[in-house]
C-alpha cells in the first residue's frame, strides 16, 4: 500500500459508490456508519459522493444545462427582454440563456421598477459615485454629499483656530 511513505490512492467504482449513496439517502445510516460498513477511511467521502449525487441530479432536470453567473447587463437586459416582449416563458427563457428561474424573475422585477439602470452591478461602489435610479436614490445622495463636505468644512475650521491658537502662542 506505501510507496515512497506515500499512501496510494483508493479507487471505487460508479456502482460501488451508488450503493454507499443510495444506503445514506435512504436512511440505513450515518456517514460513518455507511463509512465503516464500506470500509472507506471517513464519513466525510461518503458525503462528497452525496454531493456529487445531487450535482449530477440536478444537472439532469435542467437538461444538462449548466447556469452561469457571470451575465452581463446587455444580456441580462436582452433575456428580460425575451420575456416582456418576446412572449417567451420564464422558464424557456432562463434555459435559453443559462439562468436560474428565480433570478430571472428578479432581473424581470428590477427591470420593471428601474428600467435598465436596475440591472446593473452596484455592489462595492460607493453611493455618492453611482447616478441615482430614482427620486430616494438621489436625495440619498445628496444628503450623503452635504454630510461630507459638513465635516470637512468643520476639519477647516477645527485647523484654522488651531493654526491662530499656535500664532498667539509664538507671538
Same mark, same amino acid.
Given at each position: 500500500?506505501?510507496?515512497?511513505?506515500?499512501?496510494?490512492?483508493?479507487? !471505487?467504482?460508479? =456502482?460501488?459508490?451508488? $450503493? #454507499?449513496? @443510495? @444506503?445514506?439517502?435512504?436512511? $440505513?445510516?450515518?456517514?460513518?456508519?455507511?463509512?465503516?460498513?464500506?470500509?472507506?477511511?471517513?464519513?466525510?467521502?461518503?458525503?462528497?459522493?452525496?454531493? #456529487? !449525487?445531487? @450535482? &449530477?441530479?440536478?444537472?439532469?432536470?435542467?437538461?444538462?444545462?449548466?447556469?452561469?453567473?457571470?451575465?452581463?447587463?446587455? @444580456?441580462?437586459?436582452?433575456?428580460?427582454?425575451?420575456?416582456?416582449?418576446?412572449?417567451?416563458?420564464?422558464?424557456? #427563457?432562463? $434555459?435559453? !440563456? $443559462?439562468?436560474?428561474?428565480?433570478?430571472?424573475?428578479?432581473?424581470?422585477?428590477?427591470?420593471?421598477?428601474?428600467?435598465?439602470?436596475?440591472?446593473? =452591478?452596484?455592489?462595492?461602489?460607493?453611493?455618492? =459615485?453611482?447616478?441615482?435610479?430614482?427620486? =430616494?436614490?438621489?436625495?440619498?445622495?445628496?444628503? #450623503?454629499?452635504?454630510?461630507?463636505?459638513?465635516?470637512?468644512?468643520?476639519?477647516?475650521?477645527?485647523?484654522?483656530?488651531?493654526?491662530?491658537?499656535?500664532?498667539?502662542?509664538? &507671538?
Amino acid at each position: 500500500m506505501a510507496e515512497n511513505g506515500n499512501q496510494c490512492k483508493r479507487r !471505487y467504482g460508479e =456502482d460501488f459508490k451508488r $450503493q #454507499a449513496v @443510495e @444506503e445514506y439517502l435512504s436512511g $440505513q445510516g450515518s456517514s460513518m456508519a455507511i463509512a465503516e460498513k464500506y470500509q472507506l477511511r471517513s464519513g466525510n467521502l461518503v458525503l462528497d459522493w452525496v454531493k #456529487a !449525487y445531487h @450535482e &449530477r441530479n440536478s444537472k439532469r432536470e435542467t437538461g444538462g444545462t449548466i447556469m452561469r453567473n457571470d451575465h452581463t447587463t446587455e @444580456e441580462q437586459l436582452e433575456a428580460v427582454l425575451a420575456c416582456l416582449e418576446g412572449g417567451r416563458a420564464l422558464k424557456e #427563457a432562463a $434555459q435559453a !440563456y $443559462q439562468v436560474e428561474v428565480q433570478t430571472l424573475r428578479s432581473w424581470v422585477k428590477k427591470y420593471q421598477e428601474l428600467g435598465s439602470a436596475g440591472l446593473e =452591478d452596484r455592489r462595492g461602489k460607493r453611493l455618492a =459615485d453611482q447616478t441615482p435610479r430614482s427620486r =430616494d436614490e438621489a436625495l440619498r445622495i445628496e444628503n #450623503a454629499r452635504l454630510k461630507k463636505e459638513n465635516e470637512l468644512l468643520k476639519m477647516e475650521l477645527y485647523l484654522r483656530k488651531k493654526v491662530q491658537e499656535l500664532e498667539r502662542v509664538d &507671538r
